[in-house]
């Protein structure tokens, strides 16, 4: 499924079999999530991808064939994340923050992804999965759920966690945090019974909408959505020296605020990409917890129609492709 221009539609198309280049394998594609970036590129508010572009960062498949110099074997099942590819050598690689890296290449917009049967990926950015675990339950491990916990990361060791925007991140973040013992508050837009549901099926002792506060002051605040409004809403809800994370690579402006709301020692960061230890932890802890994921599957031809249930927000959980 092929993205010509951003605004268009994504057409079905024949391509040639990508070949694996030194170092990378060849990923027959399984399954692979669909993702609130994929939108943002859709729609052109990321304003650089590669054109034509196969979008896709969330990929579960199986190597068939690889390059020289790899080490992954054919038949082994891997995951293929946002982050495609660093340069090991500037400043922020060298300082253990390749997700900063300042030349970094992204799959499904630097580089072709999992939209399509066929995927090629630097093997060095592959994770090994297991063989016995649904692809489909897999696939939004891979962005949905390593931003989730990046940015749990980031917020701290609070105990009261608000999560704004429960979606296919939100659902796995709760419950990686209810694992850890962390008391959960989930926001969602005003009427969205079910995902507040969805909310207090996996341990939130509190949802409603994004505009209510919540029955006491949080220690930390996530924002998922991709709402610019969201952020002082979450700095209303915040105790003393609580901070607001936001998880999404794009948002709408922040509007302007008092003082008043950051005070107090309150605190406002993002978060940007993944590393390969982000992956590597949370895939080790997923299975300890363990985290079942929420999906709702499409066939590959009708990503169009998940794409436009996703900006709706008709999605409850997560997206995902079902490739083969």
Not at 195 to 207: K, P, T, V
């Amino acid at each position: 499924m092929l993205l010509d221009s951003p605004g268009s539609r994504l057409r079905e198309a024949e391509l040639p079999d990508p070949e694996p280049a030194a170092g990378q394998v060849r990923v027959r594609v399984e399954a692979c999530g669909v993702c609130r970036t994929d939108l943002h590129i859709v729609d052109g508010e990321l304003t650089e991808p590669k054109l034509p572009l196969v979008l896709g960062h969330q990929i579960v498949g199986v190597v068939d064939a690889a390059g020289d110099g790899v080490e992954l074997a054919a038949g082994e099942r891997v995951g293929v994340p946002w982050l495609g590819w660093t340069d090991g050598d500037c400043r922020f690689c060298r300082s253990g923050r390749e997700n900063l890296c300042l030349r970094a290449r992204f799959t499904g917009y630097d580089l072709d992804g999992g939209y399509a049967e066929l995927a090629v990926a630097d093997a060095r950015y592959c994770f090994r999965l297991p063989q016995d675990h649904p692809a489909l339950q897999l696939a939004p491990l891979l962005c949905a759920g390593l931003i989730g916990y990046r940015s749990l990361r980031l917020a701290g060791d609070g105990e009261r966690l608000g999560l704004y925007g429960f979606g296919a991140s939100a659902h796995i973040v709760a419950q990686v945090a209810r694992h850890q013992g962390r008391r959960l508050f989930a926001f969602t837009r005003a009427g969205d019974t079910e995902s507040q549901e969805l909310a207090r099926s996996l341990g939130a002792e509190w949802a409603g909408a994004s505009d209510e506060q919540p029955p006491e002051p949080l220690d930390a605040a996530i924002v998922f959505a991709p709402v610019g409004a969201l952020v002082p809403a979450a700095l209303g809800a915040l105790d003393r020296g609580g901070v607001v994370v936001c998880a999404g690579i794009h948002m709408s402006d922040i509007p302007s605020f008092p003082y008043e709301l950051l005070w107090e020692e309150r605190a406002v960061r993002s978060v940007a990409n993944l590393t390969r230890q982000d992956g590597e932890e949370l895939l080790a802890l997923a299975p300890q917890v363990p985290v079942r994921t929420h999906v709702e599957a499409f066939p590959l031809a009708e990503a169009n129609e998940a794409l436009d249930r996703l900006r709706s927000g008709a999605i409850v959980g997560a997206a995902v492709l079902e490739v083969s």
